[in-house]
């Protein structure tokens, strides 16, 4: 199901989960950008994930996709991926989820970089098991 303005409040709240600090602001401009689709999952009327595919230059990129499963994240993946058929995607995953991992390799997809995760101070505490793609390596 696409997002709807109305479902902001309950996205604002699974982004904090997974993303670990409130980015209230930047949600609100990145789930309106020109070019994107964005995806929610519901189950029994909660929200279990969501995703928001992007154009970019050449393309299209995944990001963020946050769910409570793996089969949750690969029916948001394929909604991305339908939403872009014919173009390049792009989708970023924390190697420490392992079910990011298997999604990857389910539907061939390319491994082209790698990078790290950095924190200056502590970590934000967050369930990396919901982080199947991050939002952007861009925005640094």
């Not at 929200?47 to 996709?65: D, E």
């Not at 502590?122 to 793609?133: D, R």
């Amino acid at each position: 199901m696409k997002i709807e303005s109305e479902d902001f409040d309950e996205i604002k709240s699974y982004d904090i989960e997974c993303f670990g600090f409130d980015r209230a602001k930047f949600l609100k401009n990145w789930l309106t950008l020109p070019d994107r689709q964005s995806f929610k999952y519901l189950e029994n009327n909660a929200l279990k994930g969501f995703a928001v595919i992007r154009k970019v230059n050449i393309g299209f990129k995944i990001g963020p996709l946050f769910a409570d499963n793996d089969a949750i994240a690969e029916e948001l993946y394929r909604a991305c991926l339908n939403s872009a058929i014919g173009e390049p995607i792009y989708f970023d995953i924390p190697t420490v989820n392992k079910g990011a991992i298997q999604i990857v390799k389910k539907y061939n997809a390319q491994y082209t970089f790698e990078c790290a995760r950095m924190y200056y101070g502590n970590a934000p505490k967050i369930n990396m098991n919901k982080v199947y793609g991050i939002t952007s390596f861009e925005l640094g």
